[in-house]
């Protein structure tokens, strides 16, 4: 697959500071979100944060009752992980993540899911995709939304990678930039093209966040190295 450069890293001022950024700063992340449709900030969980929710998921896996209260959808899913662990209740209201929520949308924003994708080596969701539905569809003689409109926000993917995912064969999340203008699902399934430009990778360490927008084209790439990727969102 071609990647095409893309600015979607923004500096972390204060590594595992575990506050608020600035307005400014905020201001600089949710540009670049709303401009590319990801953004990519580093440094923000400390090797100790990590190294516990990867525990504590595991756990979850090796636990009979997941099965019967219904926790994975699929072999590496599983979801609602507040129900299992405070550690992951707690982490819904760390900061910067949970500022950054609100300045999308609003104080009273809230949570639709809390998962993690565990996935071995041969397993990805690999099919591009938006998240939910396509909420804002063109019809054919209109091509493209207009970037200076920020769309109503109604879901925001926050993902938390728990290994370092350094390569593509390590299953990066790759998006196509600027294709929640599209106004389009994704118009091929592995290789989609939005205005000559196709998907980017994200390249990232245990620790790090990016979040992108719900309408923006996506996927997992297959992981095809000899590890365990573990994404929670």
């Known amino acids: 697959m071609q990647t095409i450069s893309s600015n979607f890293t923004v500096e972390n001022p204060a590594p595992y500071a575990k506050e608020p950024f600035s307005p400014e700063k905020s201001r600089d992340i949710l540009d670049v979100y709303n401009r590319e449709g990801c953004v990519l900030i580093p440094d923000i969980f400390t090797a100790d944060e990590v190294a516990a929710f990867k525990a504590a998921i595991d756990r979850v896996f090796e636990n009979p009752r997941a099965k019967e209260t219904n926790t994975f959808t699929g ?40 998962n993690v994708v565990r996935n071995r080596p041969g397993e990805a969701i690999s099919i591009y995709h938006v998240d939910e539905r396509l909420m804002y569809p063109l019809p054919e003689g209109i091509p493209r939304h207009d970037p200076r409109v920020t769309f109503p926000m109604h879901l925001v993917n926050v993902q938390i990678p728990l290994t370092d995912i350094k390569a593509e064969e390590y299953g990066p999340t790759q998006y196509v930039p600027e294709s929640h203008f599209s106004g389009r699902a994704p118009n091929d399934l ?44």
């Open 190 to 233: 592995f290789d989609p093209v939005w205005e000559g430009r196709r998907g980017v990778s994200v390249f990232c360490k245990a620790g790090d966040i990016y979040f992108q927008h719900g309408q923006v084209w996506h996927r997992g790439a297959p992981n095809t190295s000899d590890s365990t990727r573990y994404l929670l969102q």
């Open 75 to 114: 072999e590496y899913v599983a979801v609602r992980l507040f129900e299992w662990d405070n550690l992951f209740r707690d982490s819904l209201v760390r900061e910067p993540i949970i500022s950054l929520m609100e300045a999308i949308f609003g104080a009273d924003c809230h949570l639709i899911a809390n």
